[in-house]
């Protein structure tokens, strides 16, 4: 007998609860701060036809997203009638999985009653793969560290012993990787003994009708929001920074009566250095920015994302091919919302943000070569910031906050406690925010030096140095990024690998996002309310605003 729609409606619920005690049991259990502290992964229970049936709240759209597509990618390479209850498949193939090679992801068969009933799926970020690391200097993604093809790293709860010693044996950090993959177990093994056990609550044999009302109701919700959408092709470009010469971004988004398009056609060809996009991350972040203003309030599953395509051409930087290097592909992949809202404020001028920061300032740390081999200290830590989002059509923006990756900013003391860094400074960046009626959301201001008084290296690949984030509808443009060694430093470009005295600081700032609406029309209250606080000095005040105080 079909399940009344309300008793779906409870088991849906339920899921939802499920995919979030899976994600929060990785966090818990991770090693590295990116993934422990910055929430840099997803989770998610899929159906017994790989699709993605919920996700948790905690996780980026890069990881989610691709997750979506990467579990029938797996399910291609390993037939479900060979799978064994405690198998559990992973890869970090960019092209299968979620777009570089230091995300890995794992998929496990959910098996209820001695048969497949759904699967469950995780992806996190590891500290370190060898190779170039984390940053843009590699030539092709042979430089960039160790890809691993589908494989199976637990056979019936036995775990790939042999395949855990080449991680390890491939990285500057392998306990925090050893720790960080077992973390992504205990993610999978939760999501299924949890979806296991929702079944037998609710009597449940599979998961047949319960998956078809979660795709058919957030698709029919899809279908409707779409249709307030006005129909037509709408084009947009967006300059980025590139790494030594700027990139030219192009979309042309097709509103039609059952789904949205987006193509990439024009956009600029693949670069020699790794900051190239497989198109899956591309999508990931592209589909994710419509999703925010066409059916926000339907949760993110299959059904309401199969109304979304992307495409572009074969070697464009938004569609790179292998080899390519991608090791750095979120400055630019994270650049695509911008891009798509160029595109859907044509058609919704009301509702669409102003640009914002958009790039996650992802700066990944190591110790320099002659500290290995002369016996000093070995370290490899990733680091995050954020800086402020575009102002809204109704509120301003937020300050270091993470749109469109949602990643939480590393914290001073995880930092200082993993790695021989210390954090000298971190506040808000007084007059960043895109002056508007709607003020854009604020950088930040960070410094830090070697706590061992031992050069470091870093590995830069940030957006918004060269171009700022652009205001809308009269609104004007955040502050650029600013990064340089040194307070009388000159400043560095946004991508490369820089040595870093031991006795100098680093110093980031990271980008402002773009005002809305005429700066004139901004709230008296508002304003003075900015200069008390020092979110803006009075003579921003004067200058963008025509006033001389906050009174």
């Excluded at 979660?214 to 470009?237: F, M, N, Q």
Aim: glycine share 12%; with cysteine; aromatic share 6%.
């Amino acid at each position: 007998m079909t399940p009344s729609k309300t008793r779906l409606q409870v088991m849906w619920n339920r899921l939802l609860a499920v995919v979030e005690e899976q994600g929060q049991a990785l966090i818990r259990a991770a090693f590295s701060p990116i993934v422990r502290e910055s929430g840099d992964i997803s989770a998610g229970i899929f159906d017994i036809r790989g699709r993605m049936l919920a996700q948790a709240v905690t996780g980026t759209p890069g990881h989610i997203n691709t997750m979506a597509e990467a579990v029938i990618n797996l399910m291609e390479c390993f037939p479900t009638d060979a799978m064994r209850p405690g198998d559990i498949y992973m890869t970090n193939d960019p092209w299968l999985a979620s777009g570089h090679l230091n995300d890995f992801l794992l998929l496990q068969p959910a098996f209820h009653k001695g048969r497949v009933v759904g699967f469950t799926s995780c992806t996190s970020h590891l500290a370190d793969l060898g190779g170039k690391g984390m940053g843009p200097e590699g030539s092709d993604v042979f430089d960039e560290g160790l890809l691993i093809p589908p494989c199976k790293l637990v056979s019936e709860g036995e775990l790939n012993a042999f395949l855990m010693e080449i991680v390890s044996a491939n990285s500057r950090e392998p306990i925090a990787n050893e720790g960080d993959i077992y973390a992504l177990i205990a993610c999978c093994e939760t999501g299924v003994a949890r979806l296991t056990g929702m079944m037998e609550e609710f009597g449940l044999d599979d998961l047949n009708a319960l998956s078809d009302y979660i795709i058919d109701t957030s698709r029919l919700g899809t279908l409707d929001a779409i249709a307030e959408v006005p129909k037509g092709t709408y084009h947009s470009t967006l300059q980025v920074d590139g790494y030594d010469a700027p990139i030219t971004l192009k979309a042309a988004l097709t509103v039609a009566e059952d789904h949205i398009l987006l193509d990439f056609d024009g956009t600029s060809g693949c670069s020699d250095k790794g900051i190239n996009v497989p198109l899956n991350y591309a999508t990931a972040y592209s589909v994710f920015a419509l999703r925010c203003i066409i059916g926000a309030d339907i949760p993110n599953n299959a059904g309401s994302l199969e109304l979304f395509r992307v495409t572009g051409p074969a070697g464009c930087i938004l569609n790179a091919q292998p080899p390519s290097p991608v090791a750095m592909r979120h400055s630019i992949g994270q650049m695509t919302p911008d891009l798509v809202y160029g595109c859907l404020s044509q058609a919704l001028p009301t509702r669409v943000p102003a640009e914002g920061a958009s790039c996650l300032y992802d700066v990944p740390l190591r110790h320099t070569p002659e500290a290995a081999r002369d016996g000093g200290q070995t370290f490899a830590l990733e680091l995050v910031y954020n800086g402020g989002t575009g102002a809204r059509p109704a509120s301003d923006g937020l300050s270091a906050t993470a749109f469109p990756s949602g990643v939480w900013g590393s914290q001073i003391e995880p930092t200082e406690a993993t790695a021989p860094i210390r954090i000298n400074r971190r506040e808000l960046r007084t007059d960043s925010g895109g002056a508007g009626q709607y003020r854009g959301g604020l950088g930040q201001h960070i410094e830090m030096v070697s706590s061992s008084g031992e050069d470091f290296l870093v590995f830069l690949s940030v957006e918004r140095v060269r171009f700022a984030a652009q205001g809308r509808h009269g609104g004007r443009p955040g502050a650029k990024g600013r990064i340089r060694i040194g307070a009388d430093g000159k400043d560095l470009p946004s991508k490369g690998e820089f040595r870093v005295p031991g006795d100098t600081p680093l110093i980031l700032e990271t980008p402002g996002g773009g005002g809305f609406g005429d700066p004139n029309a901004r709230c008296q209250d508002a304003l003075a309310r900015d200069v008390d606080h020092g979110l803006i000095s009075p003579e921003h005040a004067q200058k963008h605003y025509g006033r001389k105080d906050s009174k």
